[in-house]
Nanobody, 122 residues
Framework: QVQLAESGGGSLQSGGSLTLDCAVL?????????MAWFRQAPGKEREWVAA???????TYADSVKDRFTISKDNAKSTLYLQMNSLKPEDTAMYYC???????????????WGQGTQVTVSA
């Protein structure tokens, strides 16, 4: 069982930066696990933001490419999302997720945190 907890959200103005943390409270995600960040704005569907594989390879949604950076520190059991040049359209609840990498293409992510709110004002 993997338990995740996000933190680091907040309110800020457009153009600012913020780093989200996702602590792995239980379970060992060092090997075989892929992790990702998703977000959901009010009235919209949940949107994939970025992912990192067990070998450290990263992928990004076009909407955040070159502005956001996903990374992880296995020693600290923590996933990060560095967000720069934030825009009002980045306003959403941000969630981290984890799953065994082999499962992701078929079943998606099965471990989720409770989310942290990011609000960007113009």
């Amino acid at each position: 069982q993997v338990q995740l907890a996000e933190s680091g959200g907040g309110s800020l103005q457009s153009g600012g930066s913020l780093t989200l943390d996702c602590a792995v409270l239980s379970g060992d995600i060092t090997h075989f696990y892929c992790m990702a960040w998703f977000r959901q704005a009010p009235g919209k569907e949940r949107e994939w933001v970025a992912a990192i594989d067990s070998d450290g390879s990263t992928t990004y949604a076009d909407s955040v490419k070159d502005r956001f950076t996903i990374s992880k520190d296995n020693a600290k059991s923590t996933l990060y999302l560095q967000m720069n040049s934030l825009k009002p359209e980045d306003t959403a609840m941000y969630y981290c997720a984890a799953a065994i990498c082999a499962r992701v293409p078929y079943y998606g992510y099965n471990y989720w945190g409770q989310g942290t709110q990011v609000t960007v004002s113009a």
